[in-house]
């Protein structure tokens, strides 16, 4: 899909074959859909964090599902479109589609032509208004941010050589608590000996005094936005920056959402993505950082005694001299290699601005959706969302791709689609989101 428009067209002078074959002639994209399954096969960019969804699950079942909304061939037009998702980072993805207020290609060839965008980082209002620019005729609303999993990200570790560590709630581990976890990315909390909570200790001849090394992501990341807008909720202040002071919230979008706190020192791995910073992680002794589930179970589903991810508060039970932390894993089967469930379930997200939750529809911001410091499981979670529009003539594309995105992302937010992710180191939507997501990929023309 090439989103070109009248705005844009003196600088498309030469185009492949493949790409002219993408376009339309002016007025000709006003076709409904097609009949189901009759669209083209399409790709997808983005998020990471939705890579294994993406590529073991969503993308294959599609032509593999009995589910009514799915295309193996034998529902609609009996024809199987394909759909292939490239993990780019949802800042990539977020960029490809102008959200920064200019169009940015990849080097992989995708850029402008991926028909729907993952991403963990939903767009704000700016970011949103940005997109909608670059239709042919700007139309508000017509940018669709559809919620299609949850997800949980793991606080991975790395001891410093010749260091163990243990913990009475997690034994053989560490726990964090959350003015813990926030410090070690604010830079205030800097060795390992400051870990007491939950009976944490880390032993050996100098562990106690040797530095913490935050390790972060490379790029503009789904992943960071969620743990960012976390830290927040613990410490809503001002954190000096090389930007200047900013919130942690502030810090979770955009063009800061690879800008940390100054005091943290924190260090990059030299390519994108959550399994570049998983790899800077396990070599580099005497570092924390994160990661989500399905990518953390690849490399820490085994834990070893320097390598693991920790437990983080989820609660406080009991008041005065009888209150006790408590926390909870990423995962509902805990460190094990065995894939389950992101440790998500009842999970009450929040608006960090005071609004209600959820959004009214999929047309409206959902960037400020987090989760509060106490919940029933694991804190540390968050939605993902697929990028689409309602109306993709706006954009230069043919009604056989705006079919085929329709049809693929009912297929993700039906119970098919849903059903694919279980047990699968993510977790299906909650109640109170699957009804507006299915309305929203429903709305996709």
Same mark, same amino acid.
């Given at each position: ?25 002016p ?7 097609g ?20 590529q ?5 079942q ?28 949802s ?5 490809s589609?102008?959200a ?35 239709e042919s ?40 608590n ?34 913490i ?21 613990i ?5 000096e ?7 942690w ?43 989500? =589930? ?18 983080v ?9 009888s209150e ?6 990423p ?14 379930k009842?999970t ?26 106490s919940?029933?499981t694991?804190?540390?979670?968050? =939605? ?12 230069g ?26 047990n ?14 299915a309305t ?6």
């Amino acid at each position: 899909m090439k989103r070109l428009h009248a705005r844009r067209l003196a600088s498309a002078c030469i185009l492949s074959a493949a790409a002219t074959a993408a376009l339309v002639a002016p007025g000709a994209a006003s076709a409904s859909l097609g009949t189901q399954c009759s669209g083209a096969s399409i790709t997808g960019q983005g998020s990471s964090l939705q890579k294994l969804a993406q590529q073991n699950y969503w993308d294959p079942q599609f032509n593999t599902s009995n589910d009514p909304k799915a295309c193996d061939g034998k529902q609609g037009s009996k024809a199987k479109p394909t759909v292939l998702y490239t993990s780019t980072g949802s800042g990539t993805g977020l960029k490809s589609w102008g959200a920064e207020g200019k169009l940015e290609g990849t080097p992989d060839g995708f850029g402008e032509n991926n028909a729907f965008v993952g991403t963990d980082e939903p767009p704000s209002a700016k970011q949103i208004t940005n997109i909608e620019s670059f239709e042919s005729t700007p139309t508000a609303e017509s940018l669709e941010t559809i919620p299609v999993a949850q997800e949980s990200v793991a606080i991975i570790v790395n001891l410093p050589a010749g260091c163990t560590a243990t913990s009475t709630a997690a034994p053989g581990r560490l726990v964090l608590n959350n003015s813990t976890l926030e410090g070690i990315f604010a830079g205030t909390v800097t060795t390992w000996g400051q870990l007491t909570e939950g009976g944490d200790a880390v032993t050996g001849t100098g562990c106690a005094a040797d530095t913490i090394q935050p390790v972060v992501r490379f790029d503009q990341s789904g992943t960071t936005h969620i743990v960012k807008q976390y830290l927040g909720q613990i410490n809503s202040g001002t954190l000096e920056t090389s930007a200047g002071p900013e919130t942690w919230q502030n810090l979770s979008e955009g063009s800061l959402n690879t800008t940390w706190p100054t005091a943290a020192n924190v260090i990059k791995p030299l390519a994108k993505g959550g399994g570049e910073e998983m790899n800077k992680v396990l070599a580099t002794p005497g570092s924390i950082g994160y990661v989500n =589930l399905a990518e953390a179970r690849t490399k820490f589903g085994t834990p070893t005694a320097t390598a693991f991810w920790v437990e983080v508060q989820d609660g406080v039970k009991g008041k005065g001299k009888s209150e006790k932390v408590l926390y909870a894993d990423p995962a509902s089967n805990k460190e094990v290699p065995t894939v389950a469930n992101a440790n998500c379930k009842d999970t009450k997200y929040i608006n960090n601005e005071g609004k209600p939750f959820p959004p009214p529809a999929t047309t409206a911001p959902w960037n400020n959706v987090t989760t509060s410091t106490s919940e029933k499981t694991y804190t540390l979670c968050g =939605l993902t969302y697929d990028l689409a529009f309602t109306n993709y003539s706006l954009l230069g594309a043919t009604s056989a791709e705006a079919t085929t995105v329709n049809n693929f992302l009912r297929f993700v937010t039906d119970k098919g689609g849903q059903k694919a992710i279980t047990n699968a180191d993510y977790l299906t939507l909650p109640k109170e989101v699957l009804g507006l997501a299915a309305t929203g990929a429903a709305a996709i023309d």
